[in-house]
């Protein structure tokens, strides 16, 4: 299971791939990095249609402040073992079982291989799934810093139809189908006017050039199972006492004007936490690792300021960006 680059995104030096079997036998994609002396390990987990690869220049950024970095490809996207027989669909029918893989990658990768403290930067999707661990007293990292976590959707809304029908497709057999509105097309192939991802046009249009020139590892829409999925944890998550049975110390890092997930629920959750703590960065999108210098340097701020032990540093390893046009 081979990392991939282009001339704009290259591997970061130093890379050990890995290829995991979880418990149920999906094979996993997963990657580290480990400098010379680390102070510690980063655990870096995306969101929903994420790589690795997408992730080399805050893999360069961090391993430049003396980080090791331990990554993975959760089921069903990336270079990881799809799901169903259409690989464009995001599918899984319960959250449970990216806790699988989470825990193959423990067992093979980060004990092993992984010097502590163990530092979790896990964004939307991968946020949510570390929640969901450490809720139940399972979460064997030591700090968990949390981007633009899948706690609500924007809006808080979930029209009480949607739950109606996507619970009802998903009882009579159609959880495989694409969940209304989705298709096989990645989002981040089109057109960045209106994306709701980041204002950075050239780490959009690098991202995208990634999924042109390796198609196998861009995903579609969510499937009206994940959807499901997804519905029923974030519910959870509504529930006042849910976030005060989390032990672990966690930095939540929303966006002012993120449009995937909700900024008034992140807070919410945040204040509620045993734990915890929130920075809002005003402007920002959802992606904020992928937004502009401006809003990254907010971040990595109160990235360096949460995790033990760092000092602040230059972001060091910056690939070349093409203006877009």
């Not at 990216?98 to 999707?125: K, N, Q, T």
Request: aromatic share 10%; with cysteine.
């Amino acid at each position: 299971m081979a990392l991939y680059a282009i001339a704009d995104n290259p591997i970061p030096p130093g890379a050990v791939e890995h290829e995991l079997t979880a418990l149920d036998g999906v094979r996993l994609r997963a990657a580290r990095w480990t400098p010379e002396r680390p102070r510690a390990t980063v655990v870096l987990l995306g969101g929903r249609a994420e790589c690795i690869e997408k992730y080399y220049e805050t893999i360069g950024d961090l391993i430049a402040r003396g980080l090791a970095v331990a990554t993975l490809d959760w089921r069903g996207q990336g270079g990881s073992e799809r799901q169903l027989r259409d690989p464009a669909k995001g599918h899984v029918d319960d959250f449970g079982l990216y806790e699988r893989d989470f825990l193959s990658f423990h067992r093979d990768v980060l004990a092993p291989h992984c010097p502590r403290p163990w530092i979790g930067l896990c964004h939307s999707m991968g946020g949510a799934i570390m929640l969901r661990i450490a809720h139940a007293g399972r979460c064997p990292l030591d700090r968990l810093v949390l981007t633009s976590p899948m706690i609500a959707l924007f809006g808080h809304a979930e029209p009480r139809y949607l739950r109606w029908l996507v619970e009802a497709l998903d009882g009579v057999g159609l959880g495989g189908l694409y969940a209304p509105g989705g298709g096989r097309g990645p989002y981040s192939l089109s057109p960045f006017d209106g994306n709701v991802l980041t204002s950075d046009p050239a780490r959009y249009a690098r991202f995208g050039a990634m999924l042109s020139a390796y198609p196998a590892l861009g995903l579609g829409g969510p499937t009206i199972g994940w959807l499901h999925a997804a519905l029923r944890l974030m519910r959870a998550f509504a529930e006042p006492d849910y976030p005060r049975a989390i032990a672990t110390p966690t930095l939540v890092i929303a966006s002012g004007a993120d449009r995937v997930v909700d900024t008034p629920s992140l807070e919410r959750f945040a204040t509620r936490l045993r734990a915890g703590h929130l920075i809002v960065i005003d402007g920002a999108r959802h992606e904020v690792m992928f937004e502009r210098d401006t809003f990254r340097q907010l971040f990595f701020k109160a990235f360096d300021a949460f995790a033990p032990g760092l000092e602040t540093a230059p972001l060091a390893f910056t690939p070349p960006l093409r203006a877009a046009t």
